[in-house]
């Protein structure tokens, strides 16, 4: 029996809204805007408390440590760095290493069941996350985590994540899905790419693509899998340009459900041909715009399998006040024939401003039983940890945070001692030691 466990990130303390995603409308849009760290994490805490009551397996990554001192040692700065020896040097370097984006574990990895590769274990590739540079500062700390939660190599694989090159860009399970008739069963691997190595980094229209098809290539390679059994997709420029950064804010896939935009594939037709098992359920251009799918996120929702074995969309609110996707809803859930059974709202506003929603937060792993008993620390959620995370929150994060407090060095202090009692908290001592 297996299990799809959703790893999603707990937003670290410096949550803020830098603008440094370019072809991000909602992190552009809201540059300089004041976030809350404490409303972030506790948004994500009351997502996770509410899927853990419906039955669902939860489990959770820890966010990194901002500034990350190997970071700041890659970049030339000693230990006992202050924020004006960075300010000093470029004021636009001091927002990017301390942003709190591993937030959105969606990017963390791309992640193989044991059921789809050669060796018979769960395999996981660290994103290189190469096409931005705030976020490419994440793998190093990435793949120290999952190599101390995966730590058990009788049945996991954790690779080097791939080098940093814009031919190597790599930006996890954001651009990977996998359709099975249950997760259980063997899949085929949908990997969604935005460019050819070839090819510009930019679209014509100058919007990143991020994700590279010899990327995609080279994971499921060395993650084994059967090449009859993996699909590689181009993801539509008009997409792209529209603001869909990543694949998983026009399409979503669950079992043999690919719940998708009109527009979200350049040849829709070559999933089709290639995955003649799945259920297409796609969503005209008529009925709800690109526009809108972007901008309520509809998307980015997380399909998943009811206990009860009914399909639930766990959407973000602004899909609720958006009439053309709040309609496509109704229709949706009142018509036997769509697989969506029921919707779930969730109010993750300030982690929607910096364009992320229920998707992005996440990382789906799906483990059989003696895989979910190997993993190392105390990360698979129930309701005592999330109380204790939630005392935690409350304990150690501030309610607001401008785009100055970055360089305020007692919130340096705070963030490392609120994340040494995490690392207790998560039973996980040597999560954040210096030599990763
Ligand atoms: O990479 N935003 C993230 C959002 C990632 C969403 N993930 C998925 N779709 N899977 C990004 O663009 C904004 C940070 C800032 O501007 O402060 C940011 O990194």
């Known amino acids: 029996m297996s299990v799809e466990v959703n790893f999603d990130g707990l937003v670290g303390p ?7 995603s370019l072809g991000n409308r909602a992190s552009i849009g809201n540059a300089g805007r004041t976030s809350s760290p404490r409303r972030a994490a ?8 509410e899927l853990v009551a419906l039955g669902i397996p939860q489990g959770i990554l820890p966010p990194q440590r901002r500034p990350d001192p190997i970071v700041l040692r890659h970049l030339g700065f000693d230990a006992g760095t202050t924020p004006d020896a960075l300010l000093d040097v470029s ?11 591993s937030m959105w574990t969606a990017n963390a990895a791309t992640v193989s069941p044991s059921t789809d590769t050669s060796d018979g274990r769960v395999h996981l590739t660290p994103a290189n996350l190469s096409s931005m ?17 995966f730590a058990d190599e009788a049945h996991f694989r954790v690779h080097d994540p791939l080098p940093h090159a814009a031919v190597f860009a790599d930006e996890g399970a954001a651009n990977h899905g996998r359709i099975a008739t249950t997760h259980g069963d063997p899949g085929t691997h949908v990997f969604v790419y935005g460019r050819e190595p070839d090819e510009s980094a930019l679209s014509p229209a100058g919007f990143p693509r991020r994700q590279s098809r010899l990327a995609s290539r080279l994971i499921s390679h060395s993650h084994g899998h059967d090449p009859a059994r993996v699909v590689f997709v181009r993801q539509s420029a008009e997409a792209i340009d529209a603001g869909a950064f990543h694949n998983d804010v026009v399409a979503v896939i669950n079992e043999n459900v690919v719940f998708a935009h009109e527009n979200a594939f350049a040849d829709p037709a070559e999933l089709r041909a290639r995955a003649p098992g799945a259920t297409i359920v796609e969503v005209p251009a008529a009925d709800v715009s690109l526009d809108d799918a972007i901008s309520s996120y509809l998307f980015n929702s997380q399909l998943i399998t009811d206990p009860d074995g009914s399909m639930m969309l766990v959407a973000p609110i602004e899909v609720s006040t958006t009439p053309s996707t709040s309609a496509y809803l109704d229709a949706a859930i009142a018509d036997d024939g769509n697989p ?3 919707v779930h709202y969730f109010d993750l506003r300030e982690s929607m401003s910096n364009g ?3 998707a992005c937060l996440r990382l789906r792993v799906v483990l059989t039983e003696a895989e979910l008993a190997a993993l190392r620390g105390n990360v698979i959620v129930d309701a005592p940890l999330l109380g204790d995370l939630e005392t935690w929150v409350n304990r150690h994060y501030r309610d607001e945070l401008t785009p100055d407090d970055l ?3 007692d919130l340096w202090h705070e963030s490392d001692h609120a994340l040494d009692e995490l690392s207790r908290i998560l039973d996980l001592p040597d999560l954040y030691a210096d030599a990763r």
């Not at 410096?14 to 440094?20: F, R, V």
């Not at 004021?91 to 984006?101: E, H």
């Open 42 to 49: 506790l948004q994500g805490l009351a997502k996770m408390r």
């Open 340 to 342: 969506i059974g029921s």
């Open 91 to 101: 004021p636009g370097l001091l927002a990017m290493v301390m942003s709190a984006s």
């Open 407 to 409: 360089g305020d060095v």
């Open 14 to 20: 410096t949550h803020n809204y830098a603008g440094l």
């Open 356 to 358: 992320g929603g229920p």
């Open 133 to 149: 540079t705030h976020r490419s500062f994440e793998v190093e700390q990435t793949h120290h985590t999952l190599r101390s939660i």
